[in-house]
């Protein structure tokens, strides 16, 4: 399966096809004639694929660049060392970067390739669905500060994204829900088709006989959303649903509790109770997306009490003249923005 990525000058294909991983060079070499390659990756993802890769690109001079994984690697203050590395290697503003990883690393690694001598090439081999479906497509990259997440960043668009399902068979179920958290969301804004189709099955065991097909469906939407909307004020706001919670409830528990798919699964709750209390939402809509999210093992509440997340939410960049852009449901397939304070989210408890 292919996509086209239509920006312009910055315009790139997506791939999506089981085994592609051992193609790479194939690709890599259509879009890069350059001799010099880092790899950023995690010490999870490095020891499945790492060396398949650097294998498959042998004709060219290729250094490993492994970082611990998960969240707490994609703090600022770990850029001075990953520089470093680059320097050490004397890769040069030629040479080109391809994050080998989940959604962790790909935002690293292109933020590093947005930002080292003012920027490198850089291609996607995301690992994980949650990259696969969502944060490898589109070009914002970032790190974190302990203030929030995702607050220092930039847009960098990959020269090419390389999708192979078969890798999401050497992930846990934590990461699995992770991702689904992302592919009902997909569902809840734009395809009432694609959530009717999550709804059908009840485990993601039994989805992933169609997971090719899902996993284009949802990189289809973010395409068309990313192409009409490219620098995050207008349709691609659609993609935060959820998120504005989400990212606070990540926050709240310093990102060790609750993984980004699930955070976004507790916001989408959360947020439909509220448009649906107020008559935005079709009747019915909190119950259909609780049920979805219970298919896939992902949780649809968190305990903590709503006012314990406006601190966190009052940090979030969407946060534009203490009024945000929070992403609501008429129905499910079709999304609005509803803009209110943060105090909105304090109608939670009332229900």
Known sequence: MDLKVNLGKDSYHIYIEQGILKQAHRYIAEVYHGKKIAIISDDNVFPLYGKELSESLKDYEVTQIVIPHGELSKRFDILPSLYSQLLEAHLTRSDMIIALGGGVVGDLAGFVAATYLRGVKFVQIPTSLLAQVDSSVGGKVAVDLPEGKNLVG?????????IDPLTLKSLDDHFI??????????????????????????????LYQDIDDIIYQCV?????VVEKDLFDFGDRLALNFGHTIGHAIEQYYHYEHYSHGEAVGVGMVDITRISEQ??????????RIIEALEHY????HCGLKSKDLLEA???DKKNIDNTF???????????????????????VEEM
């Open 177 to 206: 829900r992770d991702g689904m958290g992302e592919v009902i969301k997909y569902g809840c804004i734009k395809s009432a088709r694609l959530f009717e189709i999550l709804e059908s099955y009840q485990s993601f065991e039994a």
């Open 325 to 347: 852009a929070f992403v609501v449901l008429n129905k499910i397939g079709e999304s609005a923005i509803l803009r209110h304070d943060a105090k909105m989210i304090l109608e």
């Open 220 to 224: 289809d939407i973010k395409r068309d």
């Open 297 to 300: 093992g992902l949780p649809t």
């Open 278 to 287: 107020r008559g935005i939402s079709a009747p019915g809509t909190t119950k």
């Open 313 to 315: 939410i009052s940090h």
């Open 154 to 162: 930039a847009f960098k668009h990959p020269l090419l994204v390389l």
